[in-house]
């Protein structure tokens, strides 16, 4: 009996060596691909960068008002498209790593799931930095903006606006991820529509007097010469 | 090079009946051209009383739809006075439609060069300046003693033309070391030479992009040229009516500073200021208007604190802000912003604006609630003073921001120091 125990966990420890022992050319063979790709990716992109200030690039798209300037202030044109240079190099690693990986170990299932899924995984990180990145312009803009005209509610507004966008964020990450995609777009269908209705009923129903009072003052408003204004600012 | 090939148009026109002129009166924004007819008529007439040989040119924007006559000629026009239409440069107008853009300048220049005249007056599409008086104060310094700027002095009141008051004439002051009172004057005398530098500066894109504006002042600075003021019984009330505050104050100042990131080199080496050379007698000053109600103001302000803190904290050091703080807990009446605390605000705001900190646009909209708190900090304190003693507030002022440069040079050439 004893004997059968220790035999089975012998065999067991020798598959776990073994499995292992087929693995690490895998792993070395990912490391390898990752190193490799990590040294071109840089070289790519210091090449890009070069080539870029050599063209005076920042100068020109300067000159042009470039939105990337907008969107993306505290970073140089050229840096940002070294840096989109070295990660997509730097992806193409990881891809071809795992493909290695798969060759090496034999095991197709974990890195065919995993290649068949990445670039859906990457299309989703791409879609949450660029979410965040327009939630964040937008909501300043608008708290900028509601702020110079003297709006009290400017920082709801400003907040209002970023969730509206992560919340599109979300949806459009999770929908691209296919996780659960039924529930987020009839989740997303509903809060959307949901906070326009509340909205119409606000001010249908809640500030229906406002709103016509408003409107017949406007309409019924005689026209009256502009204060002449005391301080002129340039 | 497209801007380049829109201009000769009007040059061709002018190359046909090429012939010398004495004086350009340029117009550099939509005007009404029968306004202008009339006015230059009366001007050329007085201005032909003191001087009949002169030979006058009026350059002006014509409406893109209209077709220029075959010959080139004006019906109205008269010996020694020719109109001379030019194509609008395309795109957007300036954000202050009576300032010159770079576009229209060069266009002017080259319908100067074309007429070999000696001296250009621009003035401002209101037409206020088109008078025999205001052209002359504007052109004899030019003709008589080779000036190559004359820059006006407009009689003003205590509470006119604040944007300039509190920032455009004491930062160039400061940066450039030249006294200049108006140094974005929508009206200015300049001679043949430097309106082609100002016109080749455009071109060069020192100026920057085609919505960007002509700083004559500047220009004379960078370029070492000679510049005198004039004083003018000129006002320009209406003009600029209507215009939103936070859209002008941003184009405004976010054309002088990206001027002072291209002459960093310049202003960095030069301390203190000169006085510029004023001919003319100083028109009488504007009566004080009545009481103003800084209520929405100091509001304004305050709103700003309440909401802006996030954006504010991104552009201004730590102690700006503490200070900002404290002056949001005084009662209306107590309200000021010190001198030194606009400077520094001021400077920190150019400098957000050269490191691009956040978006541009976001660094200069954040600016509009200060600076209407500094209009609301100095209504009061002149409230308390007399009328003369407006001068002398403004001159505090101008000190202040030449004695905050340092602050300025210490964090423009070493920004991620330390700056509590």
Same mark, same amino acid.
């Given at each position: 009996?004893?004997?059968?125990?220790?035999?089975?966990?012998?065999?067991?420890?020798?598959?776990?060596?073994?499995?292992?022992?087929?693995?690490?050319?895998?792993?070395? &063979?990912?490391?390898?691909?990752?190193?490799?790709?990590?040294?071109?990716?840089?070289?790519?992109?210091?090449? /890009?960068?070069?080539?870029?200030?050599?063209?005076?690039?920042?100068?020109?798209?300067?000159?042009?008002?470039?939105?990337?300037?907008?969107?993306?202030?505290?970073?140089?044109?050229?840096?940002?498209?070294?840096?989109?240079?070295?990660?997509?190099?730097?992806?193409?690693?990881?891809?071809?790593?795992?493909?290695?990986?798969? &060759?090496?170990?034999?095991?197709?299932?974990?890195?065919?799931?995993?290649?068949?899924?990445?670039?859906?995984?990457?299309?989703?990180?791409?879609?949450?930095?660029?979410?965040?990145?327009?939630?964040?312009?937008?909501?300043?803009?608008?708290?900028?903006?509601?702020?110079?005209?003297?709006?009290?509610?400017?920082?709801?507004?400003?907040?209002?606006?970023?969730?509206? /966008?992560?919340?599109?964020?979300?949806?459009?990450?999770?929908?691209?991820?296919?996780?659960?995609?039924?529930?987020?777009?009839? &989740?997303?269908?509903?809060?959307?529509?949901?906070?326009?209705?509340?909205?119409?009923?606000?001010?249908?129903?809640?500030?229906?007097? +406002?709103?016509?009072?408003?409107?017949?003052?406007?309409?019924?408003?005689?026209?009256?010469?502009?204060?002449?204004?005391?301080?002129?600012?340039? | 090079?497209?801007?380049?090939?829109?201009?000769?148009?009007?040059?061709?026109?002018?190359?046909?009946?090429?012939?010398?002129?004495?004086?350009?009166?340029?117009?550099?924004?939509?005007?009404?051209?029968?306004?202008?007819?009339?006015?230059?008529?009366?001007?050329?007439?007085? +201005?032909?009383?003191?001087?009949?040989?002169?030979?006058?040119?009026?350059?002006?924007?014509?409406?893109?739809?209209?077709?220029?006559?075959?010959?080139?000629?004006?019906?109205?026009?008269?010996?020694?006075?020719?109109?001379?239409?030019?194509?609008?440069?395309?795109?957007?107008?300036?954000?202050?439609?009576?300032?010159?853009?770079?576009?229209?300048?060069?266009?002017?220049?080259?319908?100067?060069?074309?007429?070999?005249?000696?001296?250009?007056?621009?003035?401002?599409?209101?037409? &206020?300046?088109?008078?025999?008086?205001?052209?002359?104060?504007?052109?004899?310094?030019?003709?008589?003693?080779?000036?190559? +700027?004359?820059?006006?002095?407009?009689?003003?009141?205590?509470?006119?033309?604040?944007?300039?008051?509190?920032?455009?004439?004491?930062?160039?002051?400061?940066?450039?070391?030249?006294?200049?009172?108006?140094?974005?004057?929508?009206?200015?005398?300049?001679?043949?030479?430097?309106?082609?530098?100002?016109?080749?500066?455009?071109?060069?894109?020192?100026?920057?992009?085609?919505?960007?504006?002509?700083?004559?002042? /500047?220009?004379?600075?960078?370029?070492?040229?000679?510049?005198?003021?004039?004083?003018?019984?000129?006002?320009?009330?209406?003009?600029?009516?209507?215009?939103?505050?936070?859209?002008?104050?941003?184009?405004?100042?976010?054309?002088?500073?990206?001027?002072?990131?291209?002459?960093?080199?310049?202003?960095?080496?030069?301390?203190?200021?000169?006085?510029?050379?004023?001919?003319?007698?100083?028109?009488?000053?504007?009566?004080?208007?009545?009481?103003?109600?800084?209520?929405?103001?100091?509001?304004?302000?305050? +709103?700003?604190?309440?909401?802006?803190?996030?954006?504010?904290?991104?552009?201004?050091?730590?102690?700006?802000?503490?200070?900002?703080?404290?002056?949001?807990?005084?009662?209306?009446?107590?309200?000021?912003?010190?001198?030194?605390?606009?400077?520094?605000?001021?400077?920190?705001?150019?400098?957000?604006?050269?490191?691009?900190?956040?978006?541009?646009?976001?660094?200069?909209?954040?600016?509009?609630?200060?600076?209407?708190?500094?209009?609301?900090?100095?209504?009061?304190?002149?409230?308390?003073?007399?009328?003369?003693?407006?001068?002398?507030?403004?001159?505090?002022?101008?000190?202040?921001?030449?004695?905050?440069?340092?602050?300025?040079?210490?964090?423009?050439?070493?920004?991620?120091?330390?700056?509590?």
């Amino acid at each position: 009996m004893w004997d059968q125990i220790e035999q089975s966990l012998h065999q067991s420890v020798e598959r776990v060596f073994t499995k292992v022992a087929m693995l690490l050319p895998g792993i070395l &063979a990912f490391f390898l691909a990752l190193l490799v790709f990590l040294a071109v990716a840089w070289l790519a992109a210091y090449l /890009v960068r070069r080539i870029l200030v050599a063209m005076r690039f920042d100068d020109r798209l300067h000159l042009e008002r470039s939105a990337l300037i907008e969107w993306s202030p505290s970073q140089t044109p050229t840096l940002i498209v070294g840096r989109i240079v070295f990660w997509v190099c730097l992806l193409a690693g990881v891809v071809v790593g795992l493909s290695a990986f798969e &060759a090496a170990s034999a095991e197709s299932l974990l890195a065919g799931y995993l290649l068949a899924y990445l670039p859906r995984l990457v299309g989703a990180v791409l879609i949450l930095l660029v979410g965040n990145l327009v939630a964040r312009f937008l909501s300043r803009t608008v708290l900028i903006g509601a702020v110079n005209m003297n709006l009290q509610y400017a920082r709801l507004l400003s907040s209002g606006v970023r969730w509206l /966008v992560l919340v599109l964020t979300a949806a459009m990450v999770l929908d691209h991820l296919s996780i659960a995609g039924g529930i987020v777009d009839l &989740a997303f269908g509903i809060l959307f529509g949901g906070i326009v209705l509340a909205l119409a009923l606000a001010v249908g129903l809640g500030s229906r007097d +406002l709103v016509s009072r408003s409107l017949e003052r406007e309409v019924t408003r005689p026209q009256e010469p502009v204060p002449e204004e005391k301080l002129h600012h340039f | 090079m497209t801007e380049r090939l829109q201009v000769p148009v009007a040059v061709e026109v002018q190359n046909e009946r090429s012939g010398e002129a004495d004086l350009l009166i340029g117009v550099a924004s939509p005007v009404s051209v029968e306004k202008l007819l009339t006015a230059s008529r009366a001007a050329f007439q007085s +201005l032909a009383l003191a001087a009949p040989s002169l030979r006058c040119v009026v350059a002006y924007p014509r409406d893109p739809q209209e077709q220029p006559s075959e010959n080139g000629a004006h019906p109205e026009e008269r010996p020694g006075l020719r109109f001379v239409p030019y194509l609008p440069p395309p795109g957007q107008p300036s954000v202050v439609p009576s300032l010159a853009s770079p576009a229209s300048l060069r266009a002017i220049e080259l319908i100067a060069t074309s007429a070999g005249v000696g001296a250009c007056v621009i003035v401002s599409p209101d037409l &206020a300046a088109v008078d025999a008086q205001t052209i002359q104060s504007l052109t004899n310094p030019i003709f008589e003693n080779q000036w190559d +700027l004359c820059m006006p002095v407009y009689a003003t009141g205590a509470l006119d033309d604040l944007l300039n008051k509190s920032i455009l004439s004491p930062l160039t002051r400061a940066l450039y070391g030249r006294r200049i009172r108006s140094p974005l004057a929508a009206d200015f005398g300049v001679s043949a030479a430097m309106l082609g530098t100002l016109a080749e500066g455009a071109a060069g894109g020192r100026i920057g992009s085609q919505d960007a504006l002509v700083w004559p002042a /500047v220009e004379a600075a960078r370029t070492e040229n000679r510049v005198l003021q004039a004083h003018l019984a000129v006002r320009h009330d209406a003009q600029n009516e209507g215009l939103d505050l936070s859209a002008v104050l941003a184009g405004v100042l976010g054309s002088l500073f990206g001027e002072m990131d291209r002459n960093a080199s310049i202003w960095q080496r030069i301390r203190g200021s000169q006085a510029v050379q004023t001919s003319d007698n100083p028109t009488a000053p504007v009566a004080a208007s009545d009481a103003v109600d800084v209520r929405p103001l100091i509001d304004s302000f305050h +709103l700003g604190a309440r909401n802006l803190q996030e954006v504010w904290s991104l552009i201004l050091p730590p102690i700006t802000l503490l200070e900002l703080k404290h002056i949001t807990r005084l009662a209306p009446d107590q309200f000021r912003i010190p001198d030194t605390l606009w400077v520094r605000i001021v400077y920190d705001f150019a400098l957000a604006h050269r490191l691009r900190t956040i978006s541009r646009s976001h660094i200069l909209g954040a600016l509009t609630p200060l600076y209407l708190g500094w209009v609301a900090s100095y209504v009061l304190e002149l409230s308390a003073t007399s009328s003369s003693a407006v001068e002398p507030r403004l001159e505090l002022l101008a000190q202040a921001y030449e004695s905050g440069k340092p602050y300025l040079l210490a964090r423009w050439r070493w920004p991620d120091r330390f700056n509590p």
